[in-house]
């Protein structure tokens, strides 16, 4: 794979949801903190009981967040399409991963924000490291809604609709 630049990377947040309520001049000082990646589909971005020393932004193609089961299985609990953020649980409650990250398209393009230059990025630019963290928030409530959607789904097809049981 050949390095990709701060410019092109620049030009990969412009699409991201996270660049969305940010300056041109502050997407280019993130884009001086992030690194590319780029994974064919079934190749594992980040492994499940590793600490999240990164963070994760989908810039093209899809990422899925899969878990065992308990019979051993994966199972995929969400996919994470263009413009959203995956490795956030582990990365702010530093807990080991519970889940594997995968890439599910073929020219899954991601950019990589570690630990340490997002603690640099706090401190020097606190405004950009605010949006991240508003970009963790939505990211952490799309899976939430997800997961409370299909437990609802699984719930009524489990006991009948109308019974109240398993519900919010």
């Keep these: ?10 030009e990969f947040l412009q699409q991201h949801h996270l660049a969305q309520s940010l300056t041109l001049e502050e997407v280019q000082v993130l884009a001086e903190y992030v690194t590319h990646a780029a994974f064919r589909n079934g190749q594992i971005i980040a492994e499940w009981g590793t600490l999240g020393e990164a963070l994760f932004f989908c810039v093209q193609g899809e990422m899925a967040i899969v878990h065992h089961s308990a019979d051993g299985n994966e199972v995929e ?13 582990s990365f702010f409650d530093r807990e080991p991963r519970s889940a594997r990250i995968v890439a599910r398209s073929e020219d899954t393009q991601v950019l990589v924000l570690t630990r340490a230059r997002y603690q640099r990025l706090k401190v020097e630019r606190p405004y950009i490291t605010v949006n991240i963290l508003e970009q963790a928030i939505i990211s952490l409530d799309h899976l939430f809604r997800h997961l409370s959607q299909d437990y609802s789904d699984f719930s009524s097809y489990l006991y009948g609709k109308g019974s109240g049981k398993g519900r919010y």
């Design 1 to 10: 794979m050949a390095a990709v630049g701060p410019a092109k990377i620049g």
């Design 77 to 89: 609990v969400v996919r994470v399409r263009q413009g959203q953020m995956a490795g956030e649980m």
